[in-house]
């Protein structure tokens, strides 16, 4: 595959420190972009600003840069993005696919049932008149969503009966990560996303923003999610050990020995690491080839 056709990117969120999951992501991303001669973006996710954590974004880029990850072109930063949002959310409301949903959280745990991945939002709202200070919803369309995953096989979702309309911008003004992430793929013209499976419930909520925006879908390869020892997903908000920023190499060695390369030896030096995970890299995919979907 030639360079121009694959670009892949790592999109952490600056809620906090980098983590061992996020490391396996970012690495898992940059060897498969590396390994089909592709570019690998970086975008820092720090759309919902109230959870953003100051300085975490830099401490980020440091960590990526002392890791020896070398990304190509400007880091994009969500924050700053907000036309490109505003104006995805007019071409839906255009359509007549957005309503205002003055519903509470409250009002959901009383009353909706759970679904894929929070409540199933069955469109309560749909007909009532536009209120200020509510949260705007898409209209999900009748359309079952079926892609090909490249590590957990095919996935099929009925958005409407799992999921249900989804927010694109809160009530608080803040656009949903759902959107923000589709309009931000598409602008970086993303052609691979290499990403944990905690957000495979999320894949069929963005696939049919593409097919409602006219955007292209990427590949997806969503990587077996890490866990802590007590069996919970390793993740910031559990507050999930930072990496260390100085001591690269036993992080690295472990993270491509949980992506699938059992072999890798400790090594000396990043250069050689470097060197180990490209060459483990294809046979590293194949393991987690043909797991069921989560
Ligand atoms: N920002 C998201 C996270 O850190 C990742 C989004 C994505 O890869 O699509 O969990």
Redesign the pocket.
């Known amino acids: 595959m030639s360079s121009s056709r694959y670009r892949g ?5 600056p ?1 906090g420190p980098l983590h061992f999951g ?1 490391l396996v ?1 970012a690495l898992a991303s940059y060897l498969d972009a590396r390994a089909h001669g592709g570019e690998w973006l970086l ?1 820092m ?1 720090d759309v919902d600003t109230p959870r953003v954590v100051a300085g975490a974004s830099d401490a980020i880029l440091r960590v990526l840069e002392a890791y020896g990850f070398e990304w190509d072109g400007a880091v994009m930063y969500q924050s700053r993005r907000g036309a490109a949002y505003q104006a995805a959310l007019q071409t839906l409301q255009a359509m007549g696919l957005v309503y205002a949903c003055a519903c509470s959280r409250k009002q959901l745990a009383e009353t909706a049932k759970r679904g894929i991945d929070g409540f199933i939002y069955l469109g309560t709202c749909r007909e009532r008149p536009p209120s200020a200070d509510a949260a705007l919803r898409l209209r999900v369309p009748a359309e079952r969503i079926v892609f090909d995953d490249r590590i957990q096989g095919r996935v099929a979702c009925d958005l409407a009966s799992e999921s249900g309309d989804f927010v694109l911008k809160r009530a608080d003004g803040v656009f949903a ?1 759902q959107l923000a ?1 589709v309009v931000d ?1 598409a602008e970086q013209g993303i052609s691979h ?1 290499v ?2 499976a ?2 495979l419930t ?1 894949t069929p909520r ?1 696939i049919v923003l593409q097919h409602c925006l006219g955007l292209a879908t990427p590949s997806y390869a969503h990587l077996p999610v890490v866990l802590d020892p007590v069996g919970d997903k390793l ?1 910031k908000q559990t507050l999930a050990a930072p990496i260390d920023p100085h001591r690269p190499l036993p992080a690295m060695v472990q993270a491509l020995r949980f992506l699938g390369a059992p072999d890798v030896r400790a090594v000396g030096s990043l250069a050689e690491f470097w060197a180990q995970a490209a060459a483990a890299w294809p046979g590293a995919i194949r393991p987690l080839r043909g797991r069921r979907p989560v």
């Open positions: 990117r790592f999109a952490p969120s809620t996020s992501a975008r996710e990560y992430v793929d996303i990403r944990g905690d957000l999320s963005q993740s």
